[in-house]
């Protein structure tokens, strides 16, 4: 049933996901159960028996309309027009194109991000001219492509937006640094890296920026140890939560 709110019904127009029927739902294997890690009878949050599946990788359908909505082609078409007419390796290059809650996501193969980035940032008709940076995603169950890097796109000269979303595998995480297209990303492309484990391959110095040069491990992945590191207090130690005596 659609809400009668103008500002929602804007955002349930602008996403263009292809609908799922109940029973193909259910055909869908299971990613997790439960919520906020509980194991056991010390779930008192009713999220205990939540089943999340793994959702398809679908494409958004044309029209892709714009950030309003849908309805006919806009804006959004213009740029995937673009984009398909100017860069010769499209149908290698881009895995799908995906309208959601508004935003317009190129979902690209590795090997050719530079190229992509490039034809966005110089095509006259494209003159996206700031990568906003990168952001690291991990997905433990989306096997082939458990890490993600997601960059959002901005045009100053056409006020437009767009995103791309690249993968890797966990058991080879490089993808191409983009920093000689977008200079300012060597900062984003090491903070990824340190917390994600992501290698941006030709980037000009990949260290780490948060964390110390020796420390063992990526914070932000999901499969990073519960409670962290033990804690030093004046000479005594505080295990971390996961390690401490359970009253269960």
Request: hydrophobic content about 35%; aromatic content about 8%; charged content about 25%.
């Amino acid at each position: 049933m659609s809400s009668q709110n103008p500002e929602q019904q804007a955002e349930q127009a602008a996403d263009r996901l292809p609908a799922q029927r109940e029973e193909d739902r259910a055909e869908q294997p299971v990613a997790r159960m439960g919520m906020f890690g509980v194991r056991g009878s010390g779930d008192t949050s009713g999220y205990g028996r939540l089943v999340v599946r793994q959702a398809p990788k679908v494409s958004s359908p044309r029209p892709f309309g714009g950030p309003e909505g849908a309805a006919e082609a806009g804006e959004f078409d213009e740029v995937a027009d673009a984009l398909e007419r100017l860069l010769p390796s499209y149908g290698e290059a881009i895995e799908r194109v995906v309208v959601h809650r508004g935003e317009l996501t190129f979902h690209v193969r590795r090997e050719h991000l530079v190229e992509v980035a490039r034809t966005l940032r110089d095509a006259p008709d494209l003159r996206f001219e700031m990568c906003m940076g990168v952001s690291g995603v991990h997905y433990p169950t989306d096997e082939g492509a458990e890490l993600h890097a997601v960059y959002p796109l901005l045009s100053i000269t056409h006020n437009r937006r767009v995103r791309l979303d690249v993968s890797c595998p966990d058991a080879d995480p490089h993808i191409p640094s983009v920093v000689g297209i977008y200079p300012t990303n060597d900062w984003h492309e090491r903070e990824t890296f340190d917390f994600f484990g992501i290698v941006f391959d030709g980037h000009p110095a990949l260290t780490r920026i948060m964390m110390p040069d020796d420390w063992v491990g990526h914070p932000q992945r999901k499969d990073y140890p519960l409670g962290g590191i033990p804690v030093e207090y004046r000479g005594a130690e505080v295990p971390p939560p996961d390690q401490r005596r359970s009253y269960t």
